[in-house]
């Protein structure tokens, strides 16, 4: 698959425009200090459990964890917080808090869609 293409990401019923953290600084920096409006972040990886942080971020984001084509975990986290992934997966996806919560998205099938 060439990640590059990657516009979309439906997570059962919500689809996503995507920004894909597709280098070393991208990836790095992710959602802090910036502001991609309605867009998520996907972090695609090898199959790991993953750390992470919400250090200088500007608002409350929801992260969920992927495997394969399912949401195998995910979590709101407030700015200046710490995360480790219980479960281990293959894409991560970072946005905004919405009104989904996302502990109800665990299960749902994942596509990604190619622009």
């Not at 867009?39 to 199959?47: C, V």
């Not at 975990?73 to 989904?100: F, G, H, Q």
Request: net charge positive.
């Amino acid at each position: 698959m060439q990640n590059k293409k990657i516009k979309k990401v439906k997570v059962g019923d919500f689809e996503f425009d995507v920004v894909l953290a597709d280098n070393f600084i991208k990836r790095g920096l992710g959602l802090m200090l910036r502001d991609i409006g309605d867009k998520a972040m996907l972090f695609l990886y090898k199959r790991r459990k993953i750390a992470m942080h919400t250090f200088f971020m500007l608002y409350p984001i929801d992260v969920i964890f992927i495997d394969k084509d399912r949401v195998v975990e995910a979590v709101r986290l407030k700015p200046w917080k710490t995360y480790k992934c219980k479960n281990y997966s293959t894409a991560m996806l970072e946005y905004k808090c919405r009104d989904i919560e996302p502990d109800k998205l665990v299960g749902k099938t994942v596509e990604f869609i190619k622009g």
